[in-house]
């Protein structure tokens, strides 16, 4: 079993940036692919950016390609959201994902995904 716990959300101006952390505790020695996804209230989760834990190998939603930075830290078992350039249309609920079977046709579903934090919410104020 694996807990994530999601911090560093908050309220930001538009053009602003913040850096979520997701922290993982339990099963840790496990070696398992992390990803962030974000919901709005009544509309579907969506896939922001995942990184495999082999090669440290990075994708991301074209929404956020060239604004966000997905990356770990293993000795920590940390995962981080770098958010740069926030827009209005950021606003959500940020969730850290993880999972230790995940292969690469999946990685943006978030039904792959077997762990999950309670979310850490971003407004963006235009």
């Known amino acids: 079993q694996v807990q994530l716990v999601e911090s560093g959300g908050g309220l930001v101006q538009a053009g602003g940036s913040l850096k979520l952390s997701c922290a993982a505790s339990?099963?840790?020695?496990?070696?398992?692919?992390m990803a962030w996804f974000r919901q709005v209230p009544g509309k579907e989760r969506e896939f922001v950016a995942a990184i495999r834990f082999a090669g440290g190998h990075t994708y991301y939603a074209e929404s956020v390609k060239g604004r966000f930075t997905i990356s770990r830290d293993n000795t920590r078992n940390t995962g981080y959201l770098q958010m740069n350039s926030l827009k209005p249309e950021d606003t959500a609920v940020y969730y850290c994902?993880?999972?230790?079977?995940?292969?690469?046709?999946?990685?943006?579903?978030?039904?792959?995904?077997?762990?999950w934090g309670r979310g850490t919410q971003v407004t963006v104020s235009s």
């Open positions: 994902a993880a999972d230790e079977r995940l292969i690469l046709s999946t990685i943006r579903l978030g039904a792959a995904y077997d762990y």
């Open positions: 339990g099963r840790t020695s496990s070696r398992f692919d």
